[in-house]
């Protein structure tokens, strides 16, 4: 099973993400992590991919693609994988296309995590983070024990400059903007599953595992 997962940030995607990797024992490939570890060894595409990162540059479709073809020959993608954070636009979607078709391949689901941007917002603007050992809270739903201090490690919660409400809607605007096309892209395909995040991630997932099942995929036992 070969799926892509699309979702605002604030949306839960990455709890979503943690739940489809477990349930259905399938790899998860972040092209963040991907980067990281192409930087980490030294290998070309990562020497190439770091002079735009130190630049505050986006790396070109070419390296981006590249890096995910090697990512999906290795072994641990035979059974499946999810991909989280690529591909982000038409062309990226295009070549992965191309790339899959190459094997005999293709994606199988695109599942598109919902929020509201009114939830969204409420969540982010109310979400802390521990400085140290990356403990996330929410100031209505989920506090610290002592306000500001971390009840894992004790160090100091903060709210990140990133889950500020100026930024969180300029954030939201900038996925609309970006990922609409791609969105439209896959459901011409009738592959995109929604999956509504705005009560809980059970029911989310409760979602997208009804439309996989309909479409043949189950669990892993």
Known sequence: MKLILLGAPGSGKGTMAAVLKNEYKITHISTGDIFRANIKEQTPLGIEAKKYIDQGALVPDEITISMVEDRLSQDDCKNGYLLDGFPRTIAQAEK????LAKSGSKIDAVIKVDVPAEIIMERVVNRRVCTSCGESYNVVSRPTKVEGV???CGKEVIQRDDDKPETVKQRLITYEENTKPLIDFYEK??????????ESPEYAFSQASLA??????RKAE
């Open 212 to 217: 996989l099942a309909k479409r043949g995929f």
């Open 96 to 99: 992965l296309d191309e790339m």
């Open 189 to 198: 395909k009738g592959i995109v599953i929604c999956a509504d995040n705005s």
């Open 150 to 152: 971390c009840d894992v």
